[in-house]
């Protein structure tokens, strides 16, 4: 299958990869750019401790948020240049405020660019154009949209 990109792009349904701490399993869901929910991170650094032993991507940083269930002020923060998706930080969060998103577009021009801040992971993804894909028998795969 081709798709035109940029100006067509697949259409990644759900929210992307994630935790459920209840039940203990992960969801299954794309794994693409890290989301960071800073109402539900507590700066234990269990994602980087997850991370250590597979790509050390993650890095915690202090920031000053005033956040009353993070006291230490200790944020997750992203090299993409190391990442390898497992999605292993994701697991180890205990308060599912870490979960991947749809958002693949990940490239640049320099390793710098690459490094996420815990801003930068709290910015929800952007909403893209995208192609709807279906499945003709007799004709393989056609695009729509």
């Known amino acids: 299958m081709t798709l035109r990109y940029p100006d067509q792009k697949l259409d990644l349904q759900g929210p992307g ?3 459920d701490p209840k039940n203990g399993v992960g969801l299954p869901g794309f794994k693409g750019r890290h989301l ?23 890095e915690m940083q202090t920031m000053v948020r005033n956040k009353p269930q993070n006291k230490k002020n200790y944020w997750p923060a992203v090299d993409y ?16 405020a870490l979960s991947m998103s749809n958002d693949y577009e990940l490239s640049a021009y320099d390793k710098a660019s690459l490094k996420y801040t815990p801003d930068l992971l709290m910015i929800p ?9 279906k499945f003709d028998q007799k004709r393989g795969t056609v695009t729509h949209g």
């Open 125 to 133: 993804p952007p909403e893209f154009g995208t192609a709807k894909v």
């Open 17 to 19: 990869y994630h935790f």
């Open 81 to 96: 240049g190391r990442c390898v998706f497992c999605g292993l930080c994701v697991d180890a969060c205990p308060f599912d």
């Open 36 to 58: 960071l929910r800073e109402d539900k991170c507590t700066g234990c650094q269990l994602c980087a401790i997850a991370c250590d032993g597979v790509a050390v991507a993650i």
